[in-house]
């Protein structure tokens, strides 16, 4: 279609865009459409550079006012349609239903109004950036909706002084003060036990495991990277029958925190293993390869090299890996099996947790049990907060923007050292 | 073939014939390279290379792509049998002392014998003074003064007085060539008799290259040096000797003649030689 034939065909009035500049004739363009060309006089300072306007907006960022009356109008016009054929037309009912059709007359409307009002081919770009976005936008939604729902139901009824100090002994549901009198902090400790517990126990056979399939590479790993990828799909409850049926039916064991973090370990190892294995693999070779041509030995070069390389990356997996099962419930239920007393010893007897407190109270008749399995839910999210927060700071590349004081490995770096233990040579000469 | 350990023929006083386990600094050491072939799974592709490298000087191995030039430096120091498939025949001789004789291990022989890469390969997660000594902290050798050695060997490199104030900094903030610089004093760091160095310059501009061809120049009277080149005029200005290597059609490579670079390069006695130095063909 010649840029002539855009215009002929174009109704009166109508912003026709074309991506050829060819419907402006090129000599007689008396102002520049860009700053850059320098004033003529020599009193003041050419004018700073502007960017150009293009005929046709390309970038889905381009979104002038007239795109939004379109989005805007299609939103509303979608709206009406829907409401008179869902619900005077035809007899439906239903939210979920109403929204799904609305969204889809939306989406159609879209193209239409963009079709005829700036170009088919802009039209079907439009549909799938809003198709995008809003997709975007209902991930961020719904997380937000379950933030906000549960700090909405927690936060007004928490006895701050109380639910990090106090259990839940002397818990009935008549006393007006339960709130005050009762906390979640025995499953705090709980909570933080196993997965302390865990990550100890888990996190070097991940890190070794993962070093297993990447560096060594040696007999049987593809087998062993199968069978981790398949362990990753292991549900979280038979994991703990998994430990209830060999360690607490067989008496090796009984209840307790350490039983609980042993089935927390079968979540953790799979998951860390695979983010580790796929950190060291982007290590490029070369370092190997210089490490070894400076005369380390293979175990010196993954512990000096390949490591420290990859440092920032087996931390977030390892802080990933743990907001993996601070909030796993199913492997708890017959392992910790929960207890409403604090119980500082992980080794012996039932012990509470997070998820068991919000498991067992929030199905209970007593409105202020209710309240504080929201309470305990508040405190579990924000300690996932934390650990994704804490996640990112330590993703950083080690060293960004400034200079480091001293040139001492790990010196200042205390995350390094609870994860990577420090090399045998430093030990020695400290 | 049978593989020989050499009567204790030592060069010099500081020469022990078991040169592994003690750790011997500074002196450049020569090598002998005597029926050197290699195979990669199988495939034959470097054929009886006998090649000798100077003591304090430099020998630049020059040939088209894929003729074993590579290979046979990778030989040098124990860095081809890391490649899984590859294998080798032939003695390499350390100042006499065979480094794949029995006894010896890679680990030592790469401290004696150490390489430079194609690519800069600073270690990503060390300042640039703990990769300069990396190469001790890898063999556990506490160096007398740190910040001597440092500083020494980064001049050596002929980089100290672009990095002495900020030896802190993270080796991946320099550029390409410092990169490579620094390569080449955390190579020298470890006081190898023989440096090894594979392109060193083919993925740097021409100012750094200039600058490490200085280099490579300035450190030859301490460590002999071989390098890897494909650049006729790099051979012509750095080395004293040359080895002109090509694999025919469906042939191993081969050394096709080696001797001083000025007659290499001005009369070679063999017409591939003369076709390659002056751009005739590969």
Not at chain 1, 356 to 378: G, K, T, Y
Not at chain 2, 147 to 173: F, P, Q, Y
Request: charged content about 15%; proline content about 7%.
């Amino acid at each position: 279609m010649t840029p002539d034939a855009a215009t002929q065909t174009a109704p009166e009035g109508v912003l026709v865009r074309t991506t050829s500049a060819s419907t402006q004739s090129f000599p007689a363009r008396p102002t520049p459409d860009t700053g850059t060309v320098p004033s003529t006089d020599d009193t003041g300072p050419p004018a700073p550079p502007r960017p150009r306007r293009l005929p046709s907006p390309i970038r889905p960022s381009d979104f002038g006012t007239p795109d939004i009356l379109i989005l805007l109008a299609a939103a509303f016009s979608a709206l009406c349609l829907v409401w008179i054929v869902f619900y005077q037309l035809t007899s439906l009912s239903g939210g979920l239903g109403f929204l799904i059709c609305w969204y889809l007359v939306f989406l159609g409307l879209t193209w239409f109004g963009t079709a005829q009002f700036v170009e088919r081919q802009v039209a079907t770009d439009r549909v799938v950036a809003v198709v995008v976005v809003s997709a975007a936008m209902l991930m961020v939604g719904i997380i937000i909706f379950i933030v906000g729902w549960v700090t909405y139901k927690a936060v007004p009824t928490i006895h701050w002084s109380a639910l990090f100090t106090k259990d839940q002994k002397v818990f009935q549901a008549a006393d007006p003060n339960a709130l005050s009198n009762n906390g979640v902090f025995h499953a705090i400790i709980g909570t933080f036990e196993q997965v302390m517990l865990a990550v100890l126990m888990g996190v070097p056979f991940a890190v070794a495991t993962a070093i297993y399939l990447n560096e060594v590479r040696g007999f049987g790993s593809r087998t062993v990277r199968t069978v981790v990828t398949a362990m990753s799909g292991t549900p979280s409850v038979v994991a703990g029958v998994f430990i209830y049926s060999m360690l607490i039916l067989t008496h090796v064991l009984n209840y307790s925190g350490f039983a609980a973090s042993l089935a927390l370990v079968v979540i953790l190892l799979p998951s860390v293993t695979r983010v580790v294995e796929e950190v060291l693999r982007v290590v490029p070779s070369g370092l190997r390869e210089a490490s070894q041509a400076l005369g380390a030995p293979e175990w010196r070069t993954v512990w000096s090299v390949v490591l420290p390389t990859a440092r920032s990356g087996v931390v977030t997996a390892v802080l990933l890996g743990v907001a993996r099962i601070v909030g796993e419930t199913a492997p708890l239920l017959f392992t910790a099996f929960g207890s409403q007393v604090i119980n500082w010893n992980a080794f012996s007897k039932d012990q509470g947790a997070l998820p068991l407190v919000i498991w067992s109270d929030v199905r209970q008749a007593q409105p202020v049990l209710i309240d504080l399995a929201f309470q305990a839910a508040f405190v579990l999210m924000a300690l996932v907060l934390i650990l994704f927060v804490l996640a990112r700071l330590f993703s950083r590349p080690r060293g960004r923007g400034g200079k480091r004081r001293k040139a001492r490995p790990d010196e200042d770096d205390f995350m390094a050292r609870i994860f990577i233990p420090v090399p045998i040579e430093e030990s020695e000469s400290r | 073939m049978t593989t020989t350990l050499p009567p204790a023929a030592p060069t010099g006083p500081g020469h022990p014939a078991q040169f592994t386990g003690t750790h011997v600094l500074g002196e450049p050491g020569q090598i002998d390279a005597e029926g050197v072939c290699a195979w990669f799974s199988g495939r034959l592709v470097l054929e009886t290379v006998n090649l000798v490298m100077e003591q304090s000087k430099v020998t630049a191995l020059i040939g088209p792509s894929g003729c074993g030039k590579s290979t046979f430096l990778r030989i040098l120091n124990r860095m081809h049998e890391v490649v899984p498939g590859a294998q080798l025949a032939g003695e390499v001789r350390l100042d006499g002392v065979d480094i794949y004789g029995p006894g010896q291990r890679a680990m030592e022989t790469r401290r004696h014998i150490g390489m430079v890469f194609q690519k800069p390969n600073p270690f990503p997660a060390m300042t640039i003074a703990e990769n300069v000594l990396a190469g001790l902290k890898f063999s556990r050798i506490s160096p007398a003064n740190r910040d001597d050695l440092i500083e020494e060997s980064l001049t050596k490199g002929g980089l100290w007085n672009e990095v002495k104030d900020r030896l802190g900094e993270l080796g991946g903030a320099l550029s390409g060539g410092q990169q490579q610089r620094l390569c080449i004093a955390r190579s020298l760091a470890v006081k190898p008799r023989v440096l090894l160095m594979d392109e060193p310059c083919s993925a740097l501009d021409p100012t750094s290259t200039l600058r490490i061809e200085q280099t490579i120049k300035e450190i030859a009277n301490e460590v002999t040096v071989v390098i890897v080149t494909h650049n006729m005029q790099q051979a012509q200005r750095v080395s004293d000797y040359c080895a002109f290597f090509l694999a025919e059609e469906n042939q191993p490579g081969r050394v096709i003649e080696a001797g001083r670079t000025e007659m290499i390069f001005g009369e070679p006695t063999d017409q591939r030689t003369f076709d390659y130095v002056n751009g005739q063909f590969g």
